[in-house]
């Protein structure tokens, strides 16, 4: 035991972790009447009182109950005969499957009124909700795709360690890019023994990047390249190469000298 007891005495915990809304384009799809309506603010006003004084995304973020820790996967072809007797399979792409959250609601509905306004922003009715002859047209895919953040952590994480040098765990954060939902699955209501109401959302994402927290882990391929980031030579890199920084940076994918906050965002 005392050779492996380092070894399983610290097992990951699925009950800590924090889902992060990071929406830079929510103005456009809640509307400007609904933004200020969820805008939550340090004393609570009559017209934000439904978030508790709260922004509307903080509000999602403490209610959301359940979250998925992304997999993925490569589809792959088969080549024949390119060695003699030989078969082999390749990958030629991979994929993701879809992002799954699950909301406690409040009485108020915030959380379903967001989500609601989110899809239904993807695909208005462009005249008269009641007339027959009523129709939809799809919005553009950059004025409602957003960016979500789910970051994994122990208990052990926050601890004020001060000077100690004990081991400590770190965040494993997932940054989910262009994000939208595809399914608002339904809610069953009816008589009898009472739970809380629970919202279930299906969303789709072009793809996403992890951060793991540990020095020895932050890699990103780039060009061939693979620089741990730290912030010396993150600094000593974009002196030399500041072209290649920009062009880096500007491809949606994780900067060298990316680090980790609290909140589970990426900056």
Excluded at 109 to 114: A, D, F, P, S, T
Excluded at 125 to 152: M, V
Excluded at 228 to 233: C, H, Q, T, Y
Aim: one cysteine or more; proline letters at 5%.
């Amino acid at each position: 035991m005392k050779d492996i007891r380092d070894t399983v005495a610290r097992p990951s915990l699925d009950t800590f972790y924090q889902v992060t809304f990071s929406f830079g384009k929510a103005d456009r799809w809640l509307g400007s009447n609904g933004f200020r309506q969820f805008s939550g603010s340090s004393i609570p006003l009559p017209s934000d009182k439904r978030s508790q004084g709260r922004s509307y995304k903080d509000k999602m973020s403490i209610l959301c109950t359940e979250a998925e820790i992304p997999g993925t996967s490569f589809q792959t072809s088969l080549a024949v005969g390119h060695h003699q007797g030989i078969q082999e399979e390749f990958p030629n792409l991979r994929s993701f499957p879809p992002l799954n959250l699950t909301f406690y609601l409040d009485a108020d509905m915030v959380v379903l009124e967001v989500l609601e306004k989110w899809m239904t922003y993807i695909n208005p009715i462009s005249t008269n909700k009641r007339d027959l002859n009523a129709y939809g047209r799809f919005n553009y895919p950059d004025d409602y795709k957003e960016i979500i953040h789910l970051t994994k952590f122990e208990r052990d994480t926050f601890t004020d360690r001060g000077s100690s040098t004990e081991y400590q765990s770190r965040l494993t954060t997932y940054e989910f890019v262009n994000v939208w939902p595809t399914n608002l699955t339904s809610m069953r209501v009816a008589y009898g023994d009472s739970n809380v109401l629970r919202c279930s959302v299906q969303l789709a994402y072009d793809r996403f990047f992890t951060d793991f927290g540990y020095n020895d882990t932050h890699q990103v391929p780039i060009n061939g390249e693979f620089l741990p980031s730290n912030p010396k030579l993150f600094s000593e890199v974009s002196r030399d190469q500041p072209e290649q920084q920009e062009r880096r940076g500007g491809q949606g994918g994780l900067a060298l000298g990316t680090t980790t906050n609290r909140q589970g965002g990426l900056y």
